[in-house]
């Protein structure tokens, strides 16, 4: 099991920005798709953006495209997702999920690791 430890999101406002950030308890010298998934009430749970540590690969929702940004730190095992031009429709929960798979990063349904949660409201 791989400890995924995510900051509280919160609630901002239509067009405000948010950087949430996941802590993972990996080995430095081991690559892993890392990714941020949501999940809003009634809805199944959908990627958002992920990154394959290894080399610095992402993907993005088309929903997010250009508006999220995925980043790692590998000194901090650590990813971010910084959200910006956020809508009210990007209300949900956000969850972080690590795999050890290599690029391309698995579906969501195969990420073997994941976070509790974190919750990001945007109102409009």
């Known amino acids: 099991q791989v400890p995924l430890v995510e900051t509280e999101g919160g609630s901002v406002q239509a067009g405000g920005s948010l950087r949430i950030s996941c802590a993972a308890s990996?080995?430095?010298?081991?690559?892993?798709?890392m990714g941020w998934f949501r999940q809003a009430p009634g809805n199944e749970r959908e990627g958002v953006a992920v990154?394959?540590?290894?080399?610095?690969?992402?993907y993005y929702a088309r929903s997010v495209e250009g508006r999220f940004t995925i980043s790692q730190d590998n000194v901090k095992n650590s990813v971010y997702l910084q959200m910006t031009n956020l809508k009210p429709e990007d209300t949900a929960m956000y969850y972080c999920a690590a795999d050890s798979s290599s690029w391309p990063c698995p579906d969501v349904l195969e990420f073997a690791h994941w976070g509790q949660g974190t919750q990001v409201t945007v109102s409009s």
């Open positions: 990154i394959y540590t290894g080399d610095g690969n992402t």
């Open positions: 990996v080995s430095s010298s081991s690559n892993y798709c």
